[in-house]
Nanobody, 129 residues
Framework: VQLQASGGGLVQAGGSLRLSCAASGRTFSNDNMGWFRQAPGKGREFVAHINWSGNIAYYADSVKGRFAISRDNAKNTVYLQMNSLKPEDTAAYYC???????????????????????WGQGTQVTVSS
């Protein structure tokens, strides 16, 4: 299984970015997907989760109302639209796959890193003030 994240970059506060994560090597449409982030000197933090069909999503409180997760199963890709970016959003962003076989995870399970078996490389997001 390979997850390839892209779309990071440098943006001013208040700006927007869209991250993409392309999956290969397994049946993407059976898996739940998540985004996490890690800032320098901090632990990995949950950002968002979307279930296998795309009709259930969970968000960290810090990004709710600003970020939106979506997926296109025909393209084996999950997205993270990030709007109204803040300097505190600066981090490496990682996508991850939960090999769920179409199981719906409760929110408390979807928010923890061990739920996800496969991880992509990070894509850096830097928000300047």
């Amino acid at each position: 299984v390979q997850l390839q994240a892209s779309g990071g970059g440098l943006v001013q506060a208040g700006g927007s970015l869209r991250l993409s994560c392309a999956a290969s090597g397994r049946t993407f449409s059976n898996d739940n997907m998540g985004w996490f982030r890690q800032a320098p000197g901090k632990g990995r933090e949950f950002v968002a989760h979307i279930n296998w069909s795309g009709n259930i999503a969970y968000y960290a409180d810090s990004v709710k109302g600003r970020f939106a997760i979506s997926r296109d199963n025909a393209k084996n890709t999950v997205y993270l639209q990030m709007n109204s970016l803040k300097p505190e959003d600066t981090a490496a962003y990682y996508c991850a796959a939960d090999v769920s076989q179409r199981i719906i995870r409760p929110s408390n399970v979807a928010r923890v890193a061990p739920t996800y078996e496969y991880w992509g490389q990070g894509t850096q997001v830097t928000v300047s003030s």
